[in-house]
């Protein structure tokens, strides 16, 4: 994975203000809002700052969350902190390349996929690529 770095500037000039408000600022959107939520073509969901493929289509799925879920991303692509904000303890998610917020992860919720997982991505966060 490439190192994407660029100062606060840079990525105001390159995202919107939502997507700098969630990609560098750690927000959340919206539950129900996001563009991805109902979104099931088959292709390719890249980081929306940087560009860098994330997750499969195959691997998303109706969670029910108001937000797009995914149960896998692609090896390597996204890295897991842990989030002591707001007074609990959560599993954040970002974008390997360039750091970028991309949600949280939750664990063994019952739901049926191959790793009863659910990463709960915020859709600004995300582009979407019909070309796998």
């Given at each position: ?42 292709g390719v ?38 989030d002591r ?48």
């Open positions: 994975m490439s190192n994407v770095q660029k100062s606060d500037n840079e990525w105001q000039a390159v995202l919107s203000p939502e997507q700098f408000r969630v990609l560098r600022e750690k927000g959340t959107e919206a539950p129900g809002t996001g563009e991805y939520n109902h979104h099931f073509a088959q969901y890249s980081c929306a700052g940087c560009k860098t493929p994330l997750y499969k289509s195959t691997t998303k799925f109706d969670s029910g969350c108001g937000w797009p879920a995914f149960f896998d991303a692609l090896p390597g692509a996204v890295t897991r902190h842990e904000s707001f007074g609990s303890v959560r599993t954040e998610i970002v974008c390997t390349a360039c750091g970028g917020h991309l949600g949280h992860v939750f664990k063994g919720e019952g739901f049926k996929n191959p790793t009863d997982e659910r990463h709960c991505v915020n859709s600004v966060s995300l582009k979407f690529n019909d070309k796998e």
